[in-house]
């Protein structure tokens, strides 16, 4: 099993900066893919950004070139840099791990890009 922490959200204005952090429970190099998806209300959950099974990253249009994902290996943790927010990214955003066949998911974290 995989247990995922979630940390960093909040409220900001447009046009600011947020940075998420997930804490995975074991080490990512177990983890075949981990990354970060998000639902906004009414709305389907949806990928943000990704690191796969081969280290390679994928990430949605909407936030290529605003939002840049990272991995900390010795931390366990997956970061996801996120700047030059609009109101369009208010979600609450999911860290997912891939692990042994299974989707695990962390609790949820606000974010809300309001002025």
């Known amino acids: 099993q995989v247990q995922l922490v979630e940390s960093g959200g909040g409220l900001v204005q447009p046009g600011g900066s947020l940075r998420l952090s997930c804490a995975a429970s074991?080490?990512?190099?177990?983890?075949?893919?981990m990354g970060w998806y998000r639902q906004a209300p009414g709305k389907e959950r949806e990928l943000v950004a990704t690191f796969t099974s081969g280290s390679r990253t994928i990430s949605a249009d909407s936030v290529n070139g605003r939002f840049t994902i990272s991995r900390d290996n010795a931390k366990n943790t997956v970061s996801l840099q996120m700047n030059s927010l609009k109101p369009e990214d208010t979600a609450v955003y999911y860290c997912?791990?891939?692990?042994?066949?299974?989707?695990?998911w962390g609790q949820g974290t606000q974010v809300t890009v309001s002025s």
């Open positions: 997912s791990a891939s692990y042994t066949g299974r989707d695990y």
């Open positions: 074991r080490s990512i190099f177990t983890i075949n893919a």
